[in-house]
């Protein structure tokens, strides 16, 4: 199964936040079948902006984190078609353009799940369901990753 990780986990992955999510976080990434896993460019972006901002980390370090992120999956871009398809979602669906374009950019890549922490669990578009790690009750995709 292809999954999508959004922003807020890989944040937490790299130690940002509660102790309880960063482990959680990390132990789910490292199980995680590395083929399988996609990143959206849009998520990298963001990383790279908490990182500097929330995380005061320096922009070397920053860059370096970002870098090993796009060494380990595969990244994806945004596309034309992809950013209207995210227009669109995010009319629909008042989503954050931003935000409908990571799980436009996840649709596009085939993706089943996209691991989120900041939309909403369960949420389902074009077969790609939104599931939240660190909710109290695992959605039931988590177990099949």
């Known amino acids: 199964m292809r999954v999508a990780i959004d922003t807020n986990v890989l944040a937490y992955a790299e ?28 998520v990298l972006g963001e990383l790279y902006g ?25 990244v994806a871009d945004s596309t034309h078609a992809a950013i209207t398809a995210a227009c669109d979602l995010a009319a629909t669906h ?8 990571i799980l436009s950019v996840a649709v596009q890549q085939r993706c089943r799940v996209l691991l989120s922490e900041d939309l909403q669990d369960g949420f389902v578009w074009q077969g790609l369901t939104v599931v939240n790690p660190f909710a109290p009750k695992p959605h039931l995709l988590l177990a099949r990753i």
């Not at 940002?16 to 849009?42: E, M, S």
């Not at 908490?50 to 595969?74: M, P």
């Not at 008042?94 to 374009?101: I, R, T």
């Open 94 to 101: 008042q989503l954050q353009f931003w935000d409908a374009l």
């Open 50 to 74: 908490v990182l500097t901002r929330k995380a005061a980390r320096g922009a070397n370090e920053a860059r370096d984190a970002v870098l090993s992120w796009g060494d380990a999956f595969d």
């Open 15 to 42: 130690g940002l936040g509660d102790a309880k999510r960063c482990k959680k976080a990390a132990d789910l990434i490292a199980k995680l079948d590395a083929t399988n896993v996609v990143l959206p460019a849009q």
